[in-house]
């Protein structure tokens, strides 16, 4: 059973970083993409970097060059590394196999709170 579990969230004011962390149970990095999602309040669930199986990276643009996916294969973990954090950043952030159309193939795991101050 597939088990998706983000953390490394918090309060940070504008400008900080921050390192989240997905631990996908179940799921062999190496084998499928794994991608980042938010949500902000009132707001749909939105697309913000994937890692392929090949390491190949893309990311929505308005993270580009401040925020970086990797996986460390051994531990069978992805990450986001947060920089230059804005307020419109502050979300809940998810991640989950991406599958065609923009749609995921596992149940969302509970994310993790990220809230940026100005």
């Known amino acids: 059973q597939v088990h998706l579990v983000e953390s490394g969230g918090g309060l940070v004011q504008a400008g900080g970083s921050l390192r989240l962390s997905c631990a996908p149970s179940?799921?062999?990095?190496?084998?499928?993409?794994i991608a980042w999602y938010r949500q902000a309040p009132g707001k749909q669930r939105e697309f913000v970097a994937t890692?392929?199986?090949?390491?190949?990276?893309d990311y929505k643009d308005s993270v580009k060059g401040r925020f970086t996916i990797s996986r460390d294969n051994a531990k069978n973990m992805v990450y986001l590394q947060m920089s230059g954090l804005k307020p419109e950043d502050t979300a809940v952030y998810y991640c989950?196999?991406?599958?065609?159309?923009?749609?995921?193939?596992?149940?969302w795991g509970q994310g993790t709170q990220v809230t940026v101050s100005s």
């Open positions: 179940g799921v062999i990095v190496t084998l499928n993409s």
């Open positions: 890692i392929s199986r090949s390491g190949t990276t």
């Open positions: 989950n196999v991406p599958v065609s159309g923009g749609l995921v193939h596992y149940s």
